[in-house]
């Protein structure tokens, strides 16, 4: 069973920074993508940032490029989001979310319905 733990996350000001952990354990393939998605009251749930194990390779969403960076720690198989200049609109409820698979299909987006496994998601509150 694919378990992903995340922390971090709260409240903060504008231009604040704010950094998301998320813990992996149970993928039964090498390889996979993991990475973090946001839904905010009365939105849609939207694609933040995700990153391959095979080549590191990542996506980011148009509105957090520049600001927020993805990274991962193989040995531990966690993933982080460092997040800079934040900002009102990124406030949101953030849920990490992964899957696993041959290396091939493996290929980096950031599409909620890619996704196999979620997280319990954590809140993020930007506001003076």
């Known amino acids: 069973e694919v378990q992903l733990v995340e922390s971090g996350g709260g409240s903060v000001q504008p231009g604040g920074s704010l950094i998301l952990s998320c813990a992996a354990s149970?993928?039964?393939?090498?390889?996979?993508?993991i990475g973090w998605f946001r839904q905010a009251p009365g939105k849609e749930r939207e694609g933040v940032s995700c990153?391959?194990?095979?080549?590191?390779?990542?996506a980011y969403a148009d509105s957090v490029k520049g600001r927020f960076t993805i990274s991962r720690d193989d040995a531990k198989v966690t993933a982080y989001l460092q997040m800079n200049n934040l900002k009102p609109e990124d406030t949101a409820v953030y849920y990490c979310a992964a899957r696993d698979g041959p290396r091939h299909v493996m290929v980096v987006n950031i599409f909620p319905d890619a996704m196999k496994y979620w997280g319990k998601g954590t809140q993020i509150t930007v506001s003076s």
């Open positions: 149970g993928f039964t393939y090498d390889d996979y993508v």
């Open positions: 990153i391959s194990s095979s080549d590191d390779s990542t």
